[in-house]
């Protein structure tokens, strides 16, 4: 796989990396439901071993616990990838979740993600959501002097808007952004992209198949059985009307992924990475199959009729 610059970084990334939001398992309020640390370990084998050089997870996915799963599944290998991880949310001993951009708590969490990482520095350490916002400004100023310290390497951001992207660039410079993006949700297409651009930040986008919808695994028999401690039980996408309508999308994709032998996700994935704003995309897999099913999209991409024919229907289905 072909790799690029990721903003202002000395980082070459692949086009896709390694989401590790699903495999922190359930039991905390944004879990997947259950999951086997040993099938996620393989799948994040089977991607590096593919050609995939990062991973990118967070602090608080399974509280804790996707950070462990990665460092048990990099214990021994010779070819690190690189390693990219989230502060701002914080758990008490219930498991309860709250966001702090305070100094104090932005180091004790640091340490600790290097301590479960088995590292001794972050490639890339982002501020997970900017919340509370008026602790931006305190948070952004902590990592920039973690940077200075080593504790890690480069600093970005998620889920910021165009105003506190600005609000950051007048502390320190901003390796990259990681916002939603995907089919489904473009949102941050109109304002958020372009200025990216402009700014050379980097982006990396997180949901490109939209949580497992548009892989063309999804039924509604599927998302009826998912169990109660997985968060898409209760989004809207995954609820009618908007199910039926995105399962339609789905069809399209599948019919432009068979002419290639692909599979919806990896078009759904494609599609993302058309955007010139781009670097590149954050796809998950809970197991060495799944991996299968979207590392395609590495190397795929669309040609003019084809996004054509699924902006058609956007268009016709908004």
Same mark, same amino acid.
Request: aromatic residues 8%; contains cysteine.
């Given at each position: 796989?072909?790799?690029?610059?990721?903003?202002?970084?000395?980082?070459?990334?692949?086009?896709?990396?390694?989401?590790?939001?699903?495999?922190?398992?359930?039991?905390?309020?944004?879990?997947?439901?259950?999951?086997?640390?040993?099938?996620?370990?393989?799948?994040?084998?089977?991607?590096?071993?593919?050609?995939?050089?990062?991973?990118?997870?967070?602090?608080?996915?399974?509280?804790?616990?996707?950070?462990?799963?990665?460092?048990?599944?990099?214990?021994?290998?010779?070819?690190?990838?690189?390693?990219?991880?989230?502060?701002?949310?914080?758990?008490?001993?219930?498991?309860?979740?709250?966001?702090?951009?305070?100094?104090?708590?932005?180091?004790?969490?640091?340490?600790?993600?290097?301590?479960?990482?088995?590292?001794?520095?972050?490639?890339?350490?982002?501020?997970?959501?900017?919340?509370?916002?008026?602790?931006?400004?305190?948070?952004?100023?902590?990592?920039?002097?973690?940077?200075?310290?080593?504790?890690?390497?480069?600093?970005?951001?998620?889920?910021?808007?165009?105003?506190?992207?600005?609000?950051?660039?007048?502390?320190?410079?901003?390796?990259?952004?990681?916002?939603?993006?995907?089919?489904?949700?473009?949102?941050?297409?109109?304002?958020?992209?372009?200025?990216?651009?402009?700014?050379?930040?980097?982006?990396?986008?997180?949901?490109?198949?939209?949580?497992?919808?548009?892989?063309?695994?999804?039924?509604?028999?599927?998302?009826?059985?998912?169990?109660?401690?997985?968060?898409?039980? =209760?989004?809207?996408?995954?609820?009618?009307?908007?199910?039926? /309508? @995105?399962? $339609?999308? +789905? %069809?399209?994709?599948?019919?432009? *992924?068979?002419?290639?032998?692909?599979?919806?996700?990896?078009?759904?994935?494609?599609?993302?990475?058309? =955007?010139?704003?781009?670097?590149?995309?954050?796809?998950?897999? /809970? @197991?060495? $199959?799944? +991996? %299968?099913?979207?590392?395609?999209? *590495?190397?795929?991409?669309?040609?003019?009729?084809?996004?054509?024919?699924?902006?058609?229907?956007?268009?016709?289905?908004?």
């Amino acid at each position: 796989m072909q790799t690029k610059q990721l903003g202002n970084s000395e980082l070459h990334i692949t086009p896709i990396g390694f989401g590790a939001w699903a495999i922190g398992g359930g039991g905390w309020t944004f879990g997947w439901g259950e999951q086997d640390d040993q099938e996620s370990i393989a799948a994040i084998n089977h991607a590096l071993d593919l050609g995939i050089n990062w991973i990118d997870t967070a602090a608080v996915y399974g509280l804790g616990h996707s950070e462990e799963v990665v460092a048990k599944a990099l214990k021994g290998r010779s070819d690190r990838p690189y390693i990219f991880t989230k502060c701002s949310m914080i758990w008490d001993e219930k498991g309860k979740i709250g966001n702090s951009l305070k100094a104090d708590s932005l180091r004790q969490e640091v340490e600790a993600s290097l301590r479960r990482l088995n590292i001794e520095s972050i490639d890339l350490y982002q501020i997970h959501w900017p919340n509370p916002d008026s602790e931006v400004e305190e948070g952004w100023t902590t990592l920039a002097k973690l940077k200075d310290e080593g504790k890690v390497r480069y600093i970005g951001v998620s889920n910021f808007n165009v105003q506190q992207l600005q609000r950051a660039q007048k502390i320190a410079p901003v390796t990259s952004l990681q916002p939603p993006y995907s089919l489904v949700k473009p949102d941050v297409e109109n304002e958020i992209l372009p200025f990216c651009k402009e700014n050379n930040i980097g982006v990396i986008v997180y949901s490109p198949m939209q949580s497992g919808l548009l892989t063309g695994k999804m039924t509604p028999e599927r998302v009826a059985d998912f169990p109660d401690d997985d968060w898409r039980k =209760n989004n809207k996408e995954f609820q009618e009307p908007r199910l039926s /309508r @995105n399962l $339609k999308l +789905v %069809e399209v994709l599948q019919h432009i *992924g068979e002419k290639h032998g692909r599979s919806p996700g990896e078009v759904a994935i494609a599609w993302t990475l058309n =955007n010139p704003a781009l670097t590149a995309a954050i796809v998950g897999g /809970r @197991n060495p $199959k799944q +991996v %299968e099913g979207i590392i395609g999209a *590495g190397e795929f991409r669309l040609n003019q009729q084809e996004l054509d024919e699924i902006e058609t229907f956007i268009h016709e289905n908004p």
